[in-house]
């Protein structure tokens, strides 16, 4: 390899190594900023989100039946409303839950649409899940509800809503804004177990 190559080859690797410390410096430091603040404040800033949209995978696993899947998963919330897809292979569609603030919720699976007042039941009725849904906008960003367990950095690391559900939290890592979100998680319920990697947050506003 010629010399100019090797200095070529040198600046790159020498780039991409600064640019990965500088990014590990500034989200150790977003997530330092984040600890400091007190709980209402950390809440103001997370019910402060007008838009999230992250994409991932989601394992759902049945306590009894000992049955499992994981598909890929995009989850999008907007004020008063928030959705949850679930994909396969090159993008195929296999549910859609769509959740209204009012409680209206539409489930949209194998070219049918089901309707229903709450979300989890519906899920329950049609595919025998029992998850928590009416509560992922709180769950997805780290500010769930119940009694909980902090880490060493003041993240919420448990949560646990009396026997409906236990979440608790793995990783968090900063976003833009700053803002420390979980990227895994599982939420635990008394027939189902659910496993979340967020691997892309694609609007955070």
């Known amino acids: ?21 500088l990014n590990a410096c500034s989200t150790t430091s977003s997530n330092e900023e984040f600890a400091k603040l007190s ?38 919330y907007k004020k008063n409303y928030f959705s949850l897809e679930f994909t396969g292979p090159m993008g195929m569609q296999y549910a859609m839950l769509e959740v209204y603030a009012n409680g209206t ?6 070219g ?43 993240f919420v690391k448990t949560a646990k809503q009396g026997e409906e559900y236990l979440v608790t939290y793995k990783q968090y890592q900063a976003q833009r804004r700053g803002l420390p979100l979980p990227t895994n998680f599982e939420i635990l319920t008394p027939f189902t177990q659910v496993k979340v990697n967020i691997n892309n947050v694609l609007r955070l506003n």
């Open 1 to 21: 390899m010629k010399k100019h190559n090797l200095i070529k080859l040198f600046t790159v690797v020498t780039t991409a190594t600064m640019l990965t410390l």
């Open 39 to 76: 709980r209402q404040e950390q809440l103001a800033q997370l019910n402060n989100i007008n838009e999230l949209e992250e994409n991932g995978k989601i394992a759902l696993i049945s306590r009894y039946k000992k049955a499992r899947f994981a598909v890929n998963c995009t989850y999008h």
């Open 105 to 110: 919720t539409f489930l949209k699976a194998q």
């Open 112 to 154: 049918k649409v089901n309707k229903g007042d709450s979300a989890r039941d519906l899920l329950k009725t049609q595919f025998g899940l029992d998850i928590p849904v009416e509560d992922l906008p709180a769950i997805m960003v780290g500010a769930p509800k119940g009694e909980l367990t902090y880490d060493e950095q003041g």
